[in-house]
């Protein structure tokens, strides 16, 4: 990895989070990379017209962290349904909230367990794995979750959040009466929130060297990871177009107008 200009070596040390290991880092980028789904499909849905017709009743708990801030208050089986008063009627419609938090925030949460409605309060932790976003220290995934249309998506071996805007894409691509792609190859990377909203991810260097090797001839970027996208071509010496881009939407009349 010293010997290779492509990659980059980070220590344990800025990934897990007090009390976590390997197995449970991996464990949650994988429900990372569920959620991504979840947030992909309705934000999707909700460009193409099919919002109202989107819901949940929660953020189902099918795991707690060791030492996290829920140890001691949530349980798994618990539905989310509130965080500081504002709802929650999806798994990536909580992570959307915690977002808009700070780290070290007392937060109360609303939850359900076993019929009852219950209170509960703690103060979130940085994710390491997030970029050092918020988190409570809960594996989620959205309780009785309602789509409208039927998707399924294979994403093999890969975990984590940073396929969310390209999955988004592709779906929104498919219910399109027309290819906005132009039927070429884009290339990008970005999470993303159930509302579309595009967010900063982690390796920007390492998928962009992938994207230029698969033949993209666009590659889209979260506007916080483009100076670092920008440094990776000019040390790799490689020539990819950069678009930042903030929402799904604005992704969307990008490709639409733009022949690439």
């Keep these: 990895g010293k010997m290779n200009p492509e990659a980059e070596l980070i220590p344990n040390s800025e990934l897990l989070s007090p009390g976590q290991n390997l197995g449970q880092y991996f464990k949650l980028n994988q429900e990372m990379m569920q959620a991504s789904q979840e947030a992909a499909k309705v934000a999707a849905l909700r460009a193409m ?36 008063g504002q709802r929650v009627s999806t798994a990536s419609g909580l992570v959307r909230l915690l977002a808009a938090t700070r780290v ?16 509960g309060s703690l103060v979130s932790v940085a994710n390491p794995a997030a970029g050092g976003r918020p988190m409570l220290g809960v594996y989620i995934q959205t309780y009785q979750l309602h789509l409208p249309v039927k998707i399924v998506v294979r994403s093999g071996s890969v975990t984590g959040p940073s396929a969310g805007l390209m999955f988004a894409l592709e779906i929104a691509d498919q219910l399109a009466p027309a290819d906005f792609t132009h039927g070429v190859t884009i290339g990008g990377t970005g999470t993303i929130n ?46 990819l177009p950069l678009k930042p881009v903030s929402s799904l939407q604005q992704a969307i009349a990008y490709l639409e107008k733009t022949a690439v």
């Design 49 to 84: 017209g099919y919002g109202p017709q989107v819901y949940g009743r929660g953020a189902m708990v099918m795991g707690v962290l060791p030492k996290a801030p829920a140890t001691g208050v949530l349980r798994v089986g618990d539905v989310i349904t509130a965080l500081d």
């Design 104 to 119: 070290g925030q007392s937060l109360e949460v609303g939850f359900e367990r076993n019929g009852r409605a219950e209170v």
């Design 194 to 239: 159930s509302m579309g909203q595009v967010g900063e991810i982690g390796g920007v260097g390492q998928k962009v060297v992938t994207a230029a090797r698969a033949g993209a001839k666009l590659f889209l970027v979260p506007p916080a990871n483009l100076a670092a996208a920008r440094s990776a071509e000019k040390r790799l010496g490689i020539r």
